[in-house]
């Protein structure tokens, strides 16, 4: 069974950091996280593919940052100096398709995990 869970969600105020987790349960080629706010499409925002390559939307380049724990099939979105436009419900992915150039399209990914929200306060 494919299971992808995410934690680490929560409310903060503007600058502040949280990291989300997103625990799984084998390797795949590639995982991401993808956003989604309320009357928006769903946006990749930071993916990963088997050969360590990265990929960050614009808007969190300098401000997120993806890692891993192989040893503990574990994810991790390290977001620091969080602005209000990051709120949304952000969801982990993961796909055993070989992805580089569109490691951040969510119609790549057919795996998903429930979503942990983050709300972030001006």
């Known amino acids: 069974q494919v299971l992808l869970v995410e934690s680490g969600g929560g409310s903060v105020q503007s600058g502040g950091s949280l990291r989300l987790s997103c625990a799984h349960t084998k390797s795949w080629a590639a995982m991401g996280w993808f956003r989604q706010a309320p009357g928006k499409e769903r946006e990749g925002v930071a993916a990963?593919?088997?050969?360590?390559?990265?990929r960050y939307t614009d808007s969190v380049k300098g401000r997120f940052t993806l890692s891993q724990d192989n040893a503990q099939n574990t994810l991790y979105l390290q977001m620091n100096t969080l602005k209000p436009e990051d709120t949304a419900m952000y969801y982990c992915?993961?796909?055993?398709?070989?992805?580089?150039?569109?490691?951040?399209?969510?119609?790549?990914?057919?795996?998903w995990g429930q979503g942990t929200q983050v709300t972030v306060s001006s």
């Open positions: 992915a993961a796909t055993n398709e070989v992805l580089l150039l569109s490691l951040l399209r969510s119609a790549k990914y057919k795996y």
């Open positions: 990963i593919n088997s050969d360590g390559n990265e």
